[in-house]
Nanobody, 126 residues
Framework: QVQLVESGGGVVQAGGSLRLSCAAS????????MGWFRQAPGKEREFVAA????????VYADSVKGRFTISRENAKNMLSLQMNNLKPEDTAVYSC???????????????????WGQGTQVTVSS
């Protein structure tokens, strides 16, 4: 089992940047494929980005492609999401997630993930 704790959220103006972190503890972090999801008020949780166990494969939602970068440091048990050129529509609670299923692949759907963090709020003002 793994425990996930997000940090780095906050309030930023449109066009600004934030870097989210997800600290993992418990079973070996390097055994998990990881992902970021977000949920805006009144909307369903949606996929943002994912990467494989070693980080060689990544995938992004079309809405964030070219602006967000997902990365991991297995030695530090850390997952990150660098968010640039933020837009008001990026406002949401961002959560990291982990899965042991086919860890050398990337996973886009909520049901594929086994463990979730509590989330961190990102607010982008116009």
């Amino acid at each position: 089992q793994v425990q996930l704790v997000e940090s780095g959220g906050g309030v930023v103006q449109a066009g600004g940047s934030l870097r989210l972190s997800c600290a993992a503890s418990g079973r070996s972090f390097s055994s998990y494929a990881m992902g970021w999801f977000r949920q805006a008020p009144g909307k369903e949780r949606e996929f943002v980005a994912a990467l494989s166990v070693i980080g060689g494969s990544t995938v992004y939602a079309d809405s964030v492609k070219g602006r967000f970068t997902i990365s991991r440091e297995n030695a530090k048990n850390m997952l990150s999401l660098q968010m640039n050129n933020l837009k008001p529509e990026d406002t949401a609670v961002y959560s990291c997630a982990a899965t042991v299923r086919k860890p050398y692949l990337v996973h886009r759907t909520i049901g594929e993930y086994d463990y979730w963090g509590q989330g961190t709020q990102v607010t982008v003002s116009s």
